[in-house]
Each structure stands twice: as structure tokens, then as C-alpha cells.
């Protein structure tokens, strides 16, 4: 056939790639990105799994054991499955969680100020970041038998709800130092350059500039890591805080908080405290829940600024 | 020295960039064989030169020659690296202002400063201008009101931001916020004002806003801008000094002369283009 030289050229065009054959680099990656997406979702599904198996465990628990949420909610713990409710616990664990943000926060803020902004860089230093990253790798439990043997035997308070708070203080501080820095890292040096060179002294500079432009990065590290702290269970084990029904009326009593009482409940024969626990672990996930979106919006409202 | 010649010394300011006239200025910075190194690098090697009062000093010359070291020398902002070190004199007023006695805070509120990137504080445009004059102690004293108003006037940026004074200073473009920065300086009336290449990060019609401004400005202070344009140097400056690799001060005098006739064949293969 005869050619002109424009179909020619067509035909050097189809014949252009057809040598390059790319159809098993495709696939390769396809599977790759059906293995990763099927590994993000694995989390997914395992916390709708969980929540799948509390839900029902609370709906039977709301149908057949007759429990109401408003009982649950204004009565004590007790004996009797029948009576028991969580509101003792929830007081416990707010007290427990306004004490913990108490002792931890200054501290915890204040040691990050250090570290970030005054802190030379040599040895001393280095050591109190290895030691943090360490602390912030120690088991709960550790700080639970901490707060035994310092506090609630040591010092000779018992198990009342403050030394609770304590062990959960310095479960904390690590987390709370550690995005402290963070929040502090991200403020951009140009700020701190211009309120020097306006005239400002160091620390004016850090209480003026540097605090406010850190400070919801800060507040939402902190109510994440309380987020953390309110469904610790075994350092509060640990304290004593166990076979506690009665509700706390200051840092200073006995107390049996969220997650201890759901332990202490799961622990029963009787299926009326089995679903008496999935009721209270509902309760509690909402608590975290609603902490989690309060760090979730601050994050949002605010990430726009500097 | 009276107000009667401060005004003259203006006047002369005006005429000078035009018609050449030649008069012996008051010095207001001066540093004598300055040595900077950053660890063992050195950053400036025996610097010396006198910067007028009520002028426009620029400093030009290819990147990492010094430019902007030489400026942070002067308010001590090269304190806050652990690295840098010192020699040789660098006075404000006569007084060299690296003496033990000397505070840094203090200089700095006679010397203000200028960045290359617009740096206002995540606040209201009111307070990143109030912020000077609450740092320094100084809010009580004045009509803050009054102060902000007059700084926002003096950076042309008033007429653009009166109305939104509480509306955070991120919001503004980068032009303005630059201005904003500019305000901030002036708020506290310095003596003079340090600019760290402060049109690089601007599109042409906002630097050209800033150079009307530094033209304004340097009626009541003291300018020592850092440009890596030496369009904008000619343009705005009185006097230019140009530093080459090295960190070496090769030639300071009048821009005229600068541009139009270097004594130093590498200033004029500088200036041409045939390098840096």
C-alpha cells in the first residue's frame, strides 16, 4: 500500500510504545497499594469491632439487665449490681484529671520552656532529652508502684485520690514536655528575631510572643495526653484505687476512678456487672472522645495562625 | 546639638541625592577593623566605615559576603548565635557597643530592625505596633492610641488598615505586613533602622512602596539597608558600601560615585555584572 507521508507518520505512532510493556509494573502496583490500604484500614476495623462488641454488650445491658443511664449515672458504686452506679467514678476521674492537669501542666511547661529556649547545647542538656525519652517509654505500672512506695507508704498518704493524681502526673509530664517542644519549635525563629530587635528582653519575648503563639499547639498536647491519663487503669491499681464505692468528695479521699471501677466490675461473675462495665466503658470512651475533639478543634481553629 | 541643624543636615539630605553637595556628616554608627567569625569561618575581615546620620546607607554585594553579618553586628543581634565571634570595634555614638557594660536590650531599642521575610507577631495589627512601646515600658508614658496611629502613618500603611486595627497582622498581604513590620520599628523612635534586604520578598509594586517609605523615613532616622539589588541601592541610597567575598569591605563613598566611577576595577566588574 502507498503511503503519503501523514499516515505514515500515524503509523510510526502506533508503533510508537507498543515495544514498551508495562503491564506487570501496573499490577506490581496495584498490589502494593491494595496491601497498604488494607493494612490503614486494619485499625479501623479493629476499633469497629470494638465498638461493635461494646455497643451490643451496652444494649443488652440497657434491654435485658434493665440498667437505666440515668441510675448509672447518679448513683454510687455498690455491692448490689442492682443499685450500682458509676456516678463516684466519674467525679473520681474528673478530680483525678483536673489534679493531674494541675501538677503536670506548670511543670511540664516550664521544663520545656527550658529546654527549647534557654538550654545550652551540651551534656546536662543532652541528658535531660535522653532521660525524657526514656520516661516517656516507662510502663504505667511503673509509676503506679512509684507512687506506692513514695506517696501512699512513703510519705504515708494512702491510697487517696491525690496520689493517684501524682502517678498520672508524671505519666504525663513526658508527653506534655515532649509537645510543649513541639508546639514551641514550630514558632517560627523570625518572631522571636523581631521582638528582640524591637527592644524586648528574653523573657518578654517568650511571655508575649512565643507562649501565645505556642499555646494551642500546648493546651491540645496536654488534653491529649489527659486523654491518656483518664483511661489508665494500672497505676491507679497500683495506688489502691480498688473495691471503692462511695464518691470522692476532695483530693484527699479514697477513690475508685473510671477505668478502676470498670476493672473491678469486669472481674464479677455476674453478667449484671459484666454489662454494667461495658455500660461504664461507653461513658468513658465518650469522656475521651469529647476530649479528643476539643484537641481536634483547637488544632483546626488555630493551625492557620503563625 | 540644636533642632535648627538636624533640620539643615535634612535639607542637606534632599540636595545631596541630587545635586552632590558635599558636607562633612555627623557619624552615627562607626566600626573600626571588625572581625567576624562564625566558628572558624570568618564572616567579616576588617571592616571599617562611618554611617552618616539622616542617610541612606546601603550595603550591596554578592551573597555571603557579609552584608547582612555586618548589620546584625550593630544590634547585637548576632548574640544570639554561640558561634559568632567578635573583633575589633563597633560604636554607636562613639560608644563601642560590644563593652561589657553595654546591654543589648537597651541597644536595640535605639536601633531597630527590618527582616528580609515580613516577621509580624500571630496579633492584632494594633498590638504587633503597640508591642515596642509595652516591651520597653514606654505605653503608659504615651496616647498609645495616638503612637500606633502615628506609626501606621509613618509606614503609609494608616489609610490601608484603620479600619481593621483588631484583625490579626498574618492577614495582611505580604507588602503590607512588611510595612507592618516597619511601623513596629518606628513605633518605638529609634535612632536608626537596620533593613535586612527588606524588599527581596516582595513582588515590585509593594517594594517599590517600600522604597517611597525609606525615602520618607530618612528624614527623622538613620537607614543601613542590606539589598541585593543594586538597581534599588542607586535608586535610594546616599551612600554605598560594597563588600565582596570574603567578608572584605572593598569600597565605601557616595552612591553617585559607587555606580558611576569605582575606584576598584573589582567594585566596577561587580557593579557591571561580570561577576557575583
Known sequence: MSLDTETSGEADDEALFTEIDLGWEHLKN????????????????????????IITDFYVGMTEFNISMGDFLTRDGSRREELSGFRGAIVASIMLMVLTAILSFFVGVGSAIYLEEYAPDNRVTRLIEANLANLAGVPSIVYGLLALAA????????????????????????????????????????????????????????????LPAAMPGIMTGTILALARAIGETAPLIMVGALFTNRMPFGPLDRFSAMPTQIYNWANEP????????????????????????????????????? | MATDGDKLITTDVQTSSTGRIERPDETVVASQQLDVYYGDEQALDDVSMEIPENKVTAII???????????????????????????????????????DDVDPVALRRKIGMVFQKPNPFPKSIYDNVAYGLR??????????????????????????????????GLDLSGGQQQRLCIARAIATD???????????????????????????????????????????????????????????????????KIFENPEHDRVEDYITGKFG
Open chain 1, 30 to 53: 496495584r498490589i502494593f497499594l491494595g496491601i497498604i490500604f488494607a493494612a490503614s484500614m486494619f485499625g479501623v476495623v479493629m476499633l469497629a469491632l470494638l465498638l461493635f462488641d
Open chain 1, 151 to 210: 506517696f501512699v507508704n512513703g510519705v504515708g498518704m494512702g491510697p487517696i485520690l491525690l496520689a493517684g493524681a501524682i502517678a498520672l502526673a508524671l505519666l504525663v509530664m513526658p508527653i506534655i514536655i515532649v509537645s510543649t517542644q513541639e508546639a514551641l519549635r514550630a514558632v517560627p525563629d523570625g518572631v522571636r528575631n523581631g521582638s528582640y530587635a524591637t527592644g524586648a528582653t528574653k523573657w518578654q519575648t517568650i511571655r508575649k510572643v512565643v
Open chain 1, 270 to 306: 455476674s453478667q449484671h456487672f459484666i454489662h454494667l462495665a461495658a455500660t461504664g466503658i461507653v461513658v468513658l470512651l465518650a469522656f475521651m472522645f469529647a476530649m479528643n475533639g476539643i484537641a481536634i478543634y483547637l488544632r483546626n481553629r488555630y493551625e492557620t495562625e503563625v
Open chain 2, 61 to 99: 554585594g554578592p551573597s555571603g559576603c557579609g552584608k547582612s553579618t555586618f548589620l546584625r553586628c550593630v544590634n547585637r543581634m548576632n548574640d544570639q548565635i554561640d558561634a559568632c565571634r567578635i573583633e575589633g570595634g563597633l560604636r554607636f555614638h562613639g560608644k563601642d557597643v560590644y563593652d
Open chain 2, 135 to 168: 516591651v520597653q515600658g514606654k505605653a503608659d508614658d504615651v496616647d498609645l492610641d495616638d503612637a500606633v496611629e502615628e506609626a501606621l502613618r509613618g509606614a503609609a500603611l494608616w489609610d490601608e488598615v484603620k479600619d481593621q486595627l483588631d484583625s490579626s
Open chain 2, 190 to 256: 529609634p535612632e536608626v533602622i537596620l533593613m535586612d534586604e527588606p524588599t527581596s520578598a516582595l513582588d515590585p509594586v509593594a517594594a517599590s512602596k517600600i522604597e517611597d517609605l525609606i525615602a520618607d523615613l530618612v528624614e527623622e532616622y538613620t537607614v543601613l539597608i542590606v539589598t541585593h539589588n543594586m538597581q534599588q541601592a542607586a535608586r535610594i541610597s546616599d551612600k554605598t558600601a560594597v563588600f565582596l567575598t570574603g567578608g572584605e569591605l572593598v569600597e565605601f563613598d557616595n552612591t553617585n
